[in-house]
């Protein structure tokens, strides 16, 4: 085996002879924007990039079809990483979370970590993960079995300010529906069962939960239904709640009393009701002290502060549920300054920007070096498995 500092000086150059192109493709991406589930373009031209960097590219991938699995080389060796490459806009504010970015910098990290792949004996990789705004690719491709054969999953996220640990809320998405009986408010009011009433009740109940509640824990709904006009009594009514939780055996806790507050507004008003989801749920980041500690090493390589506040709530992704299934790694890169926050405009004017092209150096270091660091180590791999195995 190479010395680590001889694996570190063929990803470097790598990294700097192919990162024009690859900051091409992010300012493409961030100027054509699609949203979850349409990436068609999108995730072509990515597909097209990794087949000219000797990748075979399977598109579609896992049932959904702006996902693609790209493998380098001929996938027989011990190991194998999943570098994840997210890519999807956000309605309104385009690339505002930063995935043309984060995207990109995955592929970079791949095309450099794949001229490592015998002396590692780690196959690498990548996996486009298309929805991650909305019902998560990654989901589907674990449920899929797609990531049981993986030794590791990473990718690197847009921030901004800088932080390996991230605390990632489990997140469960329900609509609520509530069935009375119309009536006229006026005439007979009597023969009504008001369904908005019972939706009322449902969320008196939630705010009232909410004061008994771990920290870290957060639930907020909506009402889409709730009847037409004043003279009706309403037959239907429905609520849209999120309920978040850094916990996800926890937020399962926490459903339960979102589903008794449903039930008792409904008996209270004598309706009916009924849940479902149109997502699935988002699980919570299962931790990893050997993976995280030699990230942390890897930030101070690159002499990138960890300027992120530990408690601080990322809010909820996807690679949540990747983290329960093999070892799963979703480090903050600082693009924007502090303050300004993800999803919104501000934040979007930062993606085509010198910072960004920074970013995209930086973030694929920090995956590529992450792959040297662990698969180059026969004892940091057996702490990684010891330290996933753990509850």
């Known amino acids: 085996m190479k010395s680590y500092q001889s694996l570190i000086d063929v990803l470097n150059q790598t990294i700097e002879?192919?990162?024009?192109?690859?900051?091409?493709?992010?300012?493409?991406?961030?100027?054509?924007?699609?949203?979850?589930?349409?990436?068609?373009?999108?995730?072509?031209?990515?597909?097209?990039?990794?087949?000219?960097?000797?990748?075979?590219?399977?598109?579609?991938?896992?049932?959904?079809?702006?996902?693609?699995r790209a493998i380098a080389g001929s996938n027989n060796h011990k190991h194998k990483v999943a570098i994840l490459a997210e890519y999807d806009a956000l309605p309104d504010v385009g690339h505002a979370c930063g995935h043309c970015l984060s995207g990109s910098i995955s592929c970079l990290a791949a095309i450099a970590a794949k001229e490592l792949q015998d002396e590692l004996d780690t196959d690498i990789h990548v996996l486009g993960t298309p929805m991650e705004e909305t019902c998560g690719g990654k989901i589907t491709m674990v449920n899929a079995g797609v990531f049981q054969d993986y030794d590791m999953a990473l990718m690197v996220h847009m921030s901004d300010h800088n932080m390996v640990r991230m605390r990632a809320q489990a997140l469960d998405a329900m609509f609520f529906e509530f069935h009375g009986k119309a009536a006229h408010a006026s005439a007979n009011p009597w023969d009504g069962i008001n369904a908005l009433n019972a939706a009322q009740l449902m969320l008196h109940g939630v705010d009232m939960l909410r004061?008994?509640?771990?920290?870290?824990?957060?639930?907020?709904?909506?009402?889409?239904?709730?009847?037409?006009?004043?003279?009706?009594?309403?037959?239907?009514?429905e609520i849209e709640m999120y309920v978040r939780s850094t916990d996800s055996k926890y937020l399962a806790e926490t459903v339960a009393k979102v589903d008794n507050c449903a039930a008792g507004g409904a008996l209270a008003t004598g309706c009916t009701w009924d849940k479902w989801r149109r997502d699935p749920v988002f699980e919570s980041m299962k931790s990893n002290d050997t993976g995280i500690a030699a990230m942390e090493e890897t930030y101070g390589d690159l002499g990138l502060p960890l300027n992120g506040d530990p408690n601080e709530i990322f809010g909820s992704t996807d690679c949540g549920n990747v983290s329960w299934i093999c070892p799963a790694f979703h480090p903050l890169l600082q693009l924007a300054p502090t303050g300004i926050p993800i999803h919104s405009r501000d934040f979007e004017t930062y993606v085509r920007t010198d910072k960004?092209?920074?970013?995209?150096?930086?973030?694929?270091?920090?995956i590529s070096y992450q792959i040297a660091k662990i698969f180059s180590d026969?004892?940091?791999?057996?702490?990684m498995k010891d330290d996933f195995a753990k509850a």
Do not use: W
């Not at 008994?212 to 037409?228: A, P, Y």
């Open 17 to 68: 002879k192919n990162k024009e192109e690859l900051f091409a493709l992010n300012c493409d991406i961030a100027d054509h924007p699609e949203i979850s589930g349409e990436e068609y373009e999108t995730s072509k031209k990515i597909a097209r990039l990794l087949t000219e960097h000797g990748f075979q590219v399977e598109l579609p991938f896992a049932g959904m079809d702006t996902a693609f």
């Open 211 to 237: 004061q008994h509640l771990k920290d870290g824990t957060r639930m907020h709904g909506v009402i889409h239904k709730g009847g037409v006009v004043p003279g009706i009594v309403p037959d239907e009514a």
């Open 378 to 383: 026969p004892e940091k791999i057996q702490a």
């Open 356 to 366: 960004a092209n920074k970013c995209l150096e930086d973030g694929a270091k920090i």
